[in-house]
């Protein structure tokens, strides 16, 4: 495992965190002393974890649109859960695009917008804190996962350090993008949160976008 170095990108420092079945990765976040899962460690009332989920949706769903990326449609759903350490409140959230032919770069921060969105929202309301940065963080590895792939294709590089480092300042640079649509990405989640799905159409209308169309294969 090749290790990130923060002298590598404006000192970028990235911190060893351990699943609990063992997988070692590395985040932007210190991963908490004692934690049980991603989903206790926010310590979030339940009304406050679903609005989070659907910013970090919204925020997907936002930069897509500008992107030129069509959006099928947007949802949240909500579930209880228990692996053992409580019962839990679970929400999934989804983002759906049709077929695009975009720079990776593009789709790239597209998949890092969600984790970026949720962790400004937090930062905005008074919730911020490192723990909840990381639990953001490791709510988002799924989106890191489809992200990563392209990155290594856009990179001609396997290496992780030089992969991870690249994900974190497209990261950097999508914040950008959140900071010119934030209203609109408001709006897409509080209507989300209303409504548990939304077309991308809807989506589209309250970004005040148009939905780009759909790449025909």
């Not at 930069?63 to 909500?78: D, F, N, P, R, T």
């Not at 989300?192 to 005040?208: I, K, N, P, S």
């Amino acid at each position: 495992m090749s290790t990130p170095s923060p002298e590598a990108s404006n000192m970028i420092v990235f911190y060893p965190t351990t699943l609990k079945d063992g997988r070692e990765l590395y985040t932007r976040h210190r991963e908490p002393d004692l934690w049980c899962c991603h989903h206790h460690t926010p310590a979030l009332d339940r009304a406050t974890y679903r609005r989070a989920v659907c910013v970090h949706e919204a925020g997907h769903t936002v930069v897509a649109l500008e992107s030129g990326m069509h959006v099928k449609s947007v949802s949240v759903s909500e579930s209880e859960g228990d692996i053992g350490c409580g019962l839990r409140a679970e929400f999934e959230g989804t983002t759906t695009p049709g077929s695009y032919e975009l720079l990776r770069s593009a789709v790239i921060k597209m998949w890092g917008a969600g984790e970026r969105a949720e962790q400004r929202w937090l930062r905005e309301n008074g919730l911020w804190t490192e723990d909840r940065g990381w639990a953001a963080e490791l709510g988002a590895l799924g989106d890191r996962e489809q992200a990563i792939p392209e990155l290594e294709a856009w990179l001609g590089t396997t290496d992780e350090g030089t992969v991870l480092m690249n994900y974190a300042e497209l990261g950097d640079q999508v914040e950008q993008v959140l900071d010119r649509n934030w209203a609109a990405v408001l709006a897409v989640a509080e209507a989300l949160d209303a409504a548990g799905e939304l077309t991308g159409d809807a989506a589209a209308a309250l970004a005040g976008v148009p939905n780009p169309s759909a790449v025909v294969a």
